[in-house]
Structures are given as C-alpha cells and as structure tokens.
C-alpha cells in the first residue's frame, strides 16, 4: 500500500447494533484510544462518531456529548491517548444541529490546543508521527539485538 502513496488507513471499531452505538453516546467513562501497530502502513485509530443529530440520536443532549468529548480530551491529555472524531459530511446536510455540536467540540480541542494540553493532527501528520517512531522502534531494536550477538 504504501508504494501507491497510502500513509496509513483508519481502523473499523468492532460492529455492534444501532441500540448499542446510541447507548455508547452515554459512556462517560470510555477510554481515547491507544496506538496501534501495523507491519506496512500506520493503522488510525478508529476514532469516535460525532453524534448526528438525527432520529434517535437527537434523544442524546448536546451536552451529554460535549461532556463525552470533553472527558476523552482529559484523559487522553494524561495518557497520551488518541481522540479521532469522525463524521459523514451528510450528517450535517440532513441534520445541521450536528454542526452546533462539532463547533462546540472543535471550540474545546482548540482551548486545550493553544494550553498545550492537547496536540492536533491531521490523519497525515498522524501517520508521519507514528510511522516515524515505529521506524526508529525497530531499527533501535535491530540495533540493540546485532550488537547482542
């Protein structure tokens, strides 16, 4: 993949019902999620769905999804975890109440960034970051293993 200019890909969350993917908007304890390793191309972590606001889903207050999302930033400020929200654009087109909620969640991300308690990245810059450290991983351990022989 990476000889046809592919950085990395972003990873499926295990599938669960629709009940279940609503249910988890209420998980205030869910964990940002760690780095994953890959042989070839940076695997993203899959990241998180902005709510939309549609159908069901608008059941879930905007403020229990900024509390959500504001508890992933804290944690993943403390652990060097990964927050990655993702979206359909038509989720805004069909439901534009999902774009108060994106603004309050970037509104946050950019507070946290210029404190310097949260670092914002493109899937790119992600990719160039992780692909670098796993690069230098293994040549520090093919290093260390050479010299051992």
């Not at 629709?18 to 869910?30: G, K, P, Q």
């Amino acid at each position: 993949m990476t000889q046809h200019g592919f950085a990395g890909f972003r990873a499926a969350r295990p599938t669960r019902s629709r009940l279940s993917s609503l249910l988890s908007e209420f998980n205030l304890l869910e964990r940002p999620d760690a780095e994953l390793r890959s042989d070839d191309i940076v695997t993203i972590p899959a990241g998180f769905f902005l709510n939309w606001r549609s159908g069901l889903r608008r059941a879930v207050p905007s403020f229990v999804s900024l509390t959500r999302a504001k508890r992933l930033l804290d944690v993943a400020a403390g652990t060097g975890g990964t927050v990655h929200y993702w979206f359909h654009p038509e989720n805004i087109a069909t439901a534009p109440a999902t774009l108060g909620l994106f603004a309050a969640i970037l509104r946050e991300v950019a507070t946290r960034g210029d404190s310097g308690t949260c670092e914002v990245l493109t899937q790119l810059d992600y990719c160039n970051r992780v692909g670098s450290r796993e690069r230098l991983t293994t040549r520090a351990n093919f290093a260390a293993e050479a010299a051992a022989e």
